[in-house]
């Protein structure tokens, strides 16, 4: 470790993908002193251990939040209000207290009023991941030339803001920080909507009569594929991120709903033009996606 | 070339993706004795010479398809109908007529009545592809492990058909043969509402005026990129793709508005139990696609 670590003791409550990773990142990049890890699930509690991948396990997250400068929640954004009210008493003055969560504005309403006074309440949304879960799916690099948004209160610590900003720097993101609204209206078309979309037809194709499920996974290389592996990602956390991101993704969806009518309408009487120009448009925004080097 | 090979002639109209891909495979694996191809484009045609990677190169279809005894369209649907009036007086009597397109019955419809006697029209669809276009984009290994469709009619040539078989099996694909109306029920699931759902919420994405097509395509990681991948296919040919299976996609994507008005309306309602349960079954889909080695 040629510099101090950004934080003393880090405590991550849940060690599924995301915290697993931020475990292996934190560690490569020697960002910690200390490692230590709580989860719900004695299965993956154990698996940690044997991965090797924090200091310290724990079934208890008070216990592990106790002495913690930084106490990160990994567990789907509907677990969040129980976490906070049980490790409340055992958060630290001067500590921060983040998340990963893919909602931002509703992390404030949940648990705003829990954070005991002097805690330093800075929700956090690493923009990564892939559809696989649990501890074992974690790796290192997952963070690398990825985005990690920041959204602080308006009224937030520099000096707390500056250390958490520098803790997701050293694990190979790019940080952005921008307010809560923001980010939700954003992820909502970016990740949200498809996440919904591609969980849809999954499940449409599934339940058809007139072709059967062994037909759409044998041809599924045509583009069914790509839907199938977003529609693979973690049904609790997912379900959390519609209900606390409701509003903007029905806003998001009633505008997709009434391109995708146009377009029906186009297919419906034959109007190859508009659905040309249509198709002709959306390459701009892949081009604009490899050079961005998000592809 | 250990064994005879497949074609004596093998006249590719199009050069694109897929045809400039079917040149490289044919060639590699010693399939075909001669390899001739046409394209509409000067650029296309200069670029083909340029690669090596056919053996002649005309800008007259009806010239590269004189003497061949397989003729395979390699060029959108809506193209089709003018190309064999073109070429139909240079067909040879037992001449294979085959194509790569991603609808069939639409085929025999289009250009069944302008086939001259003798001449065998076995319509096929590799299922296989990347977004990208043109003779650089294509690759000979593009067909290996995936499904070539053949759609030939009841009362098809055994020998014909034979031949073309162990033509796409030279290839690397597995030979499927199968209805007409079923495969486009079946790739309407599988491949076209996927595009179609794809170039919608791209299109979606790029006219928002409230997030920008920067903070879009900035972070487009959390899922939205599978989507821009999908949504940068040639729109030409996929404009064709939807008018000549127009009735199959229009099922398919009121069955998928269905199911995606009853997810919507479980998100605005709060309706947890319901999401979290689509989104567990749709995870097994995934699984089989996995396990079908189509991922």
Same mark, same amino acid.
């Given at each position: 470790?040629?510099?101090?670590?950004?934080?003393?003791?880090?405590?991550?409550?849940?060690?599924?993908?995301?915290?697993?990773?931020?475990?292996?990142?934190?560690?490569?990049?020697?960002?910690?002193?200390?490692?230590?890890?709580?989860?719900?699930?004695?299965?993956?509690?154990?698996?940690?251990?044997?991965?090797?991948?924090?200091?310290?396990?724990?079934?208890?997250? #008070?216990?592990?939040?106790?002495? #913690?400068?930084?106490?990160?929640?990994?567990?789907?954004?509907?677990?969040?209000?129980?976490?906070?009210?049980?490790?409340?008493?055992?958060?630290?003055?001067?500590?921060?207290?983040?998340?990963?969560?893919?909602?931002?504005?509703?992390?404030?309403?949940?648990?705003?009023?829990?954070?005991?006074?002097?805690?330093?309440?800075?929700?956090?949304?690493?923009?990564?991941?892939?559809?696989?879960?649990?501890?074992?799916?974690?790796?290192?690099?997952?963070?690398?030339?990825?985005?990690?948004?920041?959204?602080?209160?308006?009224?937030?610590?520099? #000096?707390?803001?500056?250390?958490?900003?520098?803790?997701?720097?050293?694990?190979?993101?790019?940080?952005?920080?921008?307010?809560?609204?923001?980010?939700?209206?954003?992820?909502?078309?970016?990740?949200?909507?498809?996440?919904?979309?591609?969980?849809?037809?999954?499940?449409?194709?599934?339940?058809?009569?007139?072709?059967?499920?062994?037909?759409?996974?044998?041809?599924? #290389?045509?583009?069914?594929?790509?839907?199938?592996?977003?529609?693979?990602?973690?049904?609790?956390?997912?379900?959390?991120?519609?209900?606390?991101?409701?509003?903007?993704?029905?806003?998001?969806?009633?505008?997709?709903?009434?391109?995708?009518?146009?377009?029906?309408?186009?297919?419906?009487?034959?109007?190859?033009?508009?659905?040309?120009?249509?198709?002709?448009?959306?390459?701009?925004?892949?081009?604009?996606?490899?050079?961005?080097?998000?592809?």
């Amino acid at each position: 470790m040629a510099e101090a670590p950004i934080f003393e003791r880090l405590c991550l409550i849940g060690v599924g993908l995301i915290g697993s990773s931020i475990a292996r990142a934190a560690r490569k990049a020697g960002l910690v002193r200390k490692i230590v890890a709580a989860d719900a699930s004695a299965q993956v509690r154990q698996r940690v251990v044997e991965l090797g991948i924090v200091d310290e396990v724990e079934s208890d997250p #008070a216990k592990a939040a106790k002495g #913690a400068d930084c106490v990160m929640l990994c567990t789907p954004l509907g677990t969040y209000r129980d976490i906070v009210a049980a490790i409340a008493p055992a958060l630290c003055p001067g500590a921060i207290l983040t998340d990963i969560g893919s909602v931002k504005s509703c992390v404030f309403t949940d648990i705003g009023p829990l954070v005991p006074k002097g805690v330093h309440l800075l929700p956090g949304h690493p923009v990564a991941g892939t559809e696989h879960s649990g501890p074992d799916a974690g790796f290192a690099e997952l963070f690398v030339g990825r985005w990690a948004i920041l959204t602080p209160p308006a009224d937030a610590d520099t #000096a707390a803001l500056a250390k958490l900003k520098a803790f997701w720097a050293g694990t190979g993101s790019t940080v952005e920080v921008m307010d809560a609204t923001r980010h939700d209206l954003t992820l909502a078309i970016t990740s949200h909507l498809p996440h919904l979309i591609a969980y849809t037809i999954v499940g449409t194709a599934a339940e058809l009569e007139n072709v059967t499920a062994a037909e759409v996974i044998r041809y599924s #290389a045509g583009g069914f594929r790509d839907f199938t592996r977003i529609a693979g990602s973690n049904p609790v956390m997912w379900r959390d991120i519609f209900l606390d991101n409701r509003e903007a993704v029905l806003e998001m969806l009633g505008r997709f709903t009434e391109d995708l009518t146009g377009l029906q309408r186009a297919i419906r009487y034959g109007d190859g033009k508009t659905l040309e120009d249509w198709f002709t448009r959306t390459r701009a925004i892949r081009r604009g996606v490899v050079e961005a080097k998000q592809a």
